[in-house]
């Protein structure tokens, strides 16, 4: 991966454990002070709102640099190689397009939303939407990142075959006598 997105890379991954830390310690200090004090903090659920969809969002870019994003390879494993990389270019144009899709949608409502704001902390609601044109941008990055490296030879590893660590699950001879029987 290049340099500068390997580092915004790892600059998502920080803002997602921070993000996760903060929603946490807002949200558990309102609900002690809620039921332990009859008090609250005010602006807990919106913040942690505006932090929640931001943290999903660059999570899932992060996840899709990563390779962990769920698939389902059992198809594309057993094609030749040739077959394997026209699947991977399929699916690259198929995936650009729904990040345009989202990345246009969230530009949108960005726009839209960006002079309402929000009631106790003053927070753009267009913030929120703001989130789903970062990822859009950020993960048509990522893939055309990885489609430039297919393009001169290297496939990412699903789709280059390689076998999962798992043993297949194999039935017991002692079920397969019984459903016979």
């Known amino acids: 991966m290049s340099s500068p ?13 921070v993000g996760m830390a ?8 309102n609900v002690v002070l809620r039921y332990g004090f009859s008090s609250g903090i005010p602006f807990a659920v919106e913040v942690s709102r505006v932090v929640l969809v931001w943290v999903i969002f660059m999570g899932s870019v992060v996840a899709l640099a ?12 057993r094609l030749p190689q040739k077959a394997r990389f026209a699947c991977f270019i399929v699916s690259c144009g198929l995936m650009l397009w729904c990040y345009w ?3 246009q949608g969230s530009w949108a409502l960005t726009r ?24 859009a ?5 990522v893939l055309l990142l990885q489609l430039w490296r297919s393009l001169r030879g290297t496939l990412p ?7 999962s660590d ?13 459903k016979l029987q």
């Open 5 to 17: 997105l390997h580092w915004l890379l790892k600059a998502f991954d920080v803002f997602v454990v």
């Open 22 to 29: 903060v929603i946490s310690l807002l949200i558990f200090t």
């Open 66 to 77: 990563k390779g962990a994003h769920l698939g389902v390879d059992s198809l594309v494993v």
């Open 101 to 103: 899709l989202i990345a």
């Open 112 to 135: 839209i939303e960006w002079g309402n704001i929000t009631p106790l902390t003053g927070i753009p609601v267009g913030l929120t939407y703001a989130a789903g044109l970062v990822a």
């Open 137 to 141: 941008v950020m993960m048509a990055l």
């Open 157 to 163: 590893s699903t789709w280059a075959g390689a076998k």
């Open 166 to 178: 798992e043993t297949p699950l194999a039935v017991s001879s002692a079920l397969s006598q019984e």
